[in-house]
């Protein structure tokens, strides 16, 4: 039961579909960066009750990696953009 939810999460962690951040507005990337850090927040929960309930130390070790792997890289691609954005068109409007 627990092994099939793990392996659940994992398939939800690959299958995450990369948008193209570069033709959204600020406020769409705001809404994307704000999604995806409640999206890993939820993940880390989610693997803290696996480990509650028992799951092997290695398993839950392996499943971190790739959510700060993948939605870390999601994260920064976004900030990426977003910060890009905000130069362009509120410091630097040239």
């Known amino acids: 039961m627990i092994g ?3 392996r659940n999460l994992i398939q939800e962690l690959n299958l995450r579909v990369k948008k193209d951040y570069q033709k959204l507005t600020i406020e769409q990337l705001s809404k994307e960066l704000r999604e995806s850090m409640e999206f890993e ?7 803290e009750e696996f480990e509650k309930k028992g799951v092997e ?4 070790d392996y ?13 920064s691609d976004i900030q990426e ?3 890009k954005k905000i130069d362009n068109e509120y410091l630097n409007p040239n």
Do not use: H, P, S, W
């Open 4 to 6: 099939e939810d793990i």
């Open 41 to 47: 927040q939820q993940t880390f929960q989610r693997i």
């Open 57 to 60: 130390q290695d398993l839950a």
């Open 63 to 75: 499943v971190k990696m790739i959510c700060k792997n993948t939605v870390g890289r999601e994260i």
């Open 81 to 83: 953009f977003y910060f």
